[in-house]
């Protein structure tokens, strides 16, 4: 199959109207120009490689879109898929929580998390998106530690990530405007809301040296051969800490800092589109378009919104030095290589035919999404692709 006529987004630089031709699921072709009788002819529309998204926090809103008002697990991870495909995401790394602030029942508990994990595997070959887990391991929550275990085991986690959102440190370093969020995003008083942290930071107290349980789970997933991330990094004492206990991606580095050691110490750093696209954190730590300008910013994930990923690549792609390959990189090849997933992230010959079709605009617009050769997505605008075989 060829793709014809499209501005083509290369490792190191832009074909201005090319052509890819897609064998078997593979890139086996890219020519310079357009050629004649193609099956899709893109009308100078970009072409990306597929965005692989490393962190997104998204299936618990579906299988849970209001408070205890619980939806089939099946039906909330089929929407996802379809949500992820629109905004260009070909590989997805499900953010999945084992949260001790949580009550048992609610959907981070280690129950629920573990039986969404478990869900979401079953269903990997039915599904749009190549989608593979992220386990967001709070390191006060040790009971949780035998579950992370068991679901290594079976081989069903292929990321972990070592948080403490303790209010004081990390994210939630301000306490002050820590208050004020949590006071806005359950709608209660200051005083109530100033009382909820205190009690947070007194069951972090509670937990005691958490350490051991880190230790125990970092050697956990190198005895796997999973990789290890650190979480709102707000230290370079922090990011060496956490490097020497194997960790090789700091996730959403909240200062400068931070980002600063992790580059000098070869950890990858990521940060969210919408913190990109917007220009700055919502709860005021550093901005991604800030480290981005610094060159200190290696991976974009859409954190909490998919669609944000497009956007801010093209953002970044008119300010950055590297310009749009650069940009585009962020949400590819970066993350692919940081993953180890090395047949995709590029558009090379020989690479898996993972790929976006979108064109520029005030509101830049993704068109449809590729993966392994076979249209997963398209809103219809560029006519239906032709059906390839996987």
Same mark, same amino acid.
């Given at each position: 199959?060829w793709?014809s006529?499209?501005?083509?987004?290369l490792?190191?630089?832009?074909?201005?109207?090319?052509?890819?031709?897609?064998? #078997?699921?593979?890139i086996?072709?890219?020519?310079? *120009?357009?050629v004649?009788?193609a099956?899709?002819?893109?009308?100078?529309?970009l072409?990306?490689? %597929?965005f692989?998204d490393?962190?997104?926090d998204?299936?618990?809103?579906e299988?849970e879109?209001?408070?205890?008002?619980?939806?089939?697990?099946?039906?909330?991870i089929y929407?996802? #898929?379809?949500?992820? @495909? =629109?905004?260009?995401?070909?590989?997805?790394?499900? @953010?999945?929580?084992f949260n001790?602030?949580n009550?048992q029942?609610?959907?981070?508990?280690e129950?629920?998390?573990?039986?969404l994990?478990?869900?979401?595997?079953?269903?990997?070959?039915?599904?749009?998106? &190549?989608?593979?887990?992220?386990a967001?391991?709070?390191?006060?929550? *040790?009971r949780?530690l035998?579950?992370?275990?068991?679901?290594l085991? !079976?081989g069903a986690?292929?990321l972990?990530?070592?948080?403490?959102h *303790?209010p004081?440190?990390?994210?939630?370093?301000d306490?002050?405007?820590?208050i004020?969020?949590?006071a806005a995003?359950?709608?209660?008083g200051?005083?109530?809301a100033?009382?909820?942290?205190? !009690?947070r930071i007194?069951q972090r107290?509670?937990?005691?040296d =958490?350490?051991?349980v880190?230790q125990?789970?970092a050697?956990?997933a190198?005895?796997?051969g999973?990789?290890?991330? =650190?979480h709102d #990094? &707000?230290?370079?004492?922090?990011?060496?800490?956490?490097?020497?206990l194997?960790v090789?991606?700091?996730?959403?580095?909240?200062?400068?800092e931070?980002?600063?050691?992790?580059?000098?110490?070869g950890?990858a750093?990521?940060? %969210?589109?919408p913190?990109?696209?917007r220009?700055? =954190?919502?709860?005021?730590?550093l901005?991604?378009?800030?480290?981005?300008?610094?060159?200190? +910013?290696d991976?974009?994930?859409? &954190?909490?919104?998919?669609p944000?990923?497009?956007?801010?690549?093209? @953002? +970044?792609?008119?300010?950055?030095?590297?310009?749009?390959?650069?940009a585009?990189?962020?949400?590819t090849?970066?993350?692919?290589? @940081?993953?180890?997933?090395? &047949?995709r %992230?590029?558009?090379?010959e020989?690479?898996?035919?993972?790929?976006v079709?979108?064109?520029?605009?005030?509101i830049?617009r +993704?068109?449809? *999404?590729?993966r392994g050769?076979?249209?997963?997505?398209?809103?219809?605008?560029? %006519?239906p692709?032709?059906?390839?075989?996987a």
């Amino acid at each position: 199959m060829w793709l014809s006529d499209l501005e083509i987004v290369l490792a190191d630089r832009v074909i201005e109207r090319g052509a890819v031709r897609i064998e #078997d699921g593979w890139i086996a072709e890219i020519r310079e *120009t357009p050629v004649t009788g193609a099956d899709f002819t893109g009308g100078g529309r970009l072409l990306l490689p %597929g965005f692989i998204d490393m962190h997104g926090d998204m299936i618990e809103k579906e299988v849970e879109p209001r408070p205890n008002v619980r939806m089939p697990l099946e039906l909330g991870i089929y929407e996802l #898929d379809k949500r992820l @495909a =629109s905004s260009g995401i070909t590989t997805a790394y499900a @953010a999945l929580s084992f949260n001790a602030g949580n009550v048992q029942g609610h959907i981070r508990s280690e129950d629920n998390t573990r039986r969404l994990i478990e869900t979401l595997m079953a269903m990997k070959g039915e599904l749009l998106v &190549d989608h593979r887990v992220h386990a967001r391991f709070e390191v006060t929550f *040790t009971r949780a530690l035998g579950v992370v275990e068991a679901l290594l085991r !079976q081989g069903a986690v292929d990321l972990i990530s070592l948080m403490d959102h *303790t209010p004081g440190q990390g994210q939630y370093r301000d306490i002050e405007k820590h208050i004020a969020h949590v006071a806005a995003a359950r709608k209660i008083g200051t005083a109530e809301a100033a009382e909820h942290v205190r !009690q947070r930071i007194a069951q972090r107290d509670e937990a005691g040296d =958490s350490m051991e349980v880190v230790q125990g789970l970092a050697g956990l997933a190198r005895e796997h051969g999973v990789i290890l991330a =650190s979480h709102d #990094d &707000d230290s370079a004492a922090k990011v060496a800490l956490l490097h020497g206990l194997g960790v090789t991606i700091s996730e959403f580095p909240v200062t400068m800092e931070a980002a600063a050691e992790a580059r000098r110490l070869g950890l990858a750093t990521a940060m %969210g589109a919408p913190n990109a696209l917007r220009g700055l =954190s919502y709860s005021g730590n550093l901005s991604a378009r800030e480290a981005f300008a610094a060159g200190l +910013l290696d991976i974009l994930a859409s &954190d909490y919104h998919p669609p944000a990923i497009l956007p801010a690549v093209l @953002a +970044l792609g008119e300010t950055g030095t590297g310009g749009l390959p650069a940009a585009a990189a962020l949400a590819t090849a970066n993350p692919a290589a @940081a993953l180890g997933l090395s &047949d995709r %992230g590029r558009i090379a010959e020989g690479m898996r035919a993972d790929l976006v079709i979108a064109e520029r605009g005030r509101i830049p617009r +993704l068109r449809a *999404t590729i993966r392994g050769g076979r249209p997963i997505w398209s809103d219809g605008v560029i %006519g239906p692709l032709p059906a390839t075989t996987a």
